[in-house]
């Protein structure tokens, strides 16, 4: 079974500070990964994928995470907050196979407060 | 722009009565999912459909059930609603991994049950 632990349910930062969300999955083969991000009242929005290219990934809004296998992470980070980034954040696992293609399994997610 | 559509943003019932949430999608995907997201909890599957007429259950599926009569239509019904019912609602769909990417979800705005 797949699972993702999010490490720090509250993470809080100034605005122009590095941000670091961590995430630590398991899997049993190769994992596809995701970081969504939820702003209130709203449905998820994808930030960025981890698809086994390149193990720095991407995304939106300057957010970048790095695929380490070693340590079986997949953090989170942007280089300076914006007072606009304060939302909840959830780290994704992709199960692989069958029919189960695109279900995914989601850590309990990080709200983030940028301080201004 | 891939949408997915909840036809409710929120709901009030009282115990015992019967609740639909009805999701729709227009980009054609082939999986849709309704998963439940309570703070500090994540988001949890409830039940989730590859194909018309086909569902699977999540890790949550109990006093849930599921209705998938056309592609682009999926529906989450309660039969008799209970105050641990009360949660936001999301649905979801995606292609299949091997037609299309990698699992992405594309998520509605969800909808928030309030159960009296």
């Known amino acids: 079974a797949q699972s993702v632990t999010q490490l720090g349910s509250h993470v809080s930062v100034s605005e122009g500070a590095l941000v670091l969300l961590r995430c630590n999955y398991s899997s049993s083969v190769p994992p596809y990964l995701f970081w969504y991000v939820q702003y209130p009242n709203q449905g998820l929005q994808l930030l960025l994928k981890y698809t086994s290219a390149a193990t720095l990934v991407k995304g939106i809004n300057g957010f970048e995470a790095e695929f380490k296998k070693s340590e079986t992470s997949f953090h989170l980070t942007k280089p300076s907050a914006h007072m606009s980034d304060a939302a909840e954040y959830f780290c994704?696992?992709?199960?692989?196979?069958?029919?189960?293609?695109?279900?995914?399994?989601f850590g309990q997610g990080t709200i983030l407060t940028v301080h201004p | 722009d891939v949408k997915v559509t909840q036809s409710s943003r929120y709901l009030v019932k009282r115990t015992g009565e019967k609740v639909f949430l009805e999701c729709v999608q227009d980009?054609?995907?082939?999986?849709m999912f309704w998963y439940r997201q309570d703070p500090g909890l994540g988001l949890r599957l409830i039940y989730f459909?590859?194909?018309?007429?086909?569902?699977e259950k999540g890790d949550i599926p109990e006093g849930y059930s599921v209705s998938r009569e056309k592609k682009e239509r999926f529906s989450l019904i309660l039969e008799s609603a209970s105050t641990n019912q009360t949660s936001m609602y999301l649905c979801?769909?995606?292609?299949?991994?091997?037609?299309?990417?990698?699992?992405?979800?594309?998520f509605g705005e969800g909808s928030r049950l309030t159960v009296l």
């Open positions: 979801a769909s995606s292609f299949r991994r091997q037609r299309a990417n990698t699992g992405e979800l594309f």
């Open positions: 980009m054609d995907h082939e999986n």
């Open positions: 994704a696992v992709s199960h692989a196979g069958g029919t189960s293609y695109g279900k995914l399994t």
């Open positions: 459909s590859y194909d018309v007429k086909m569902k």
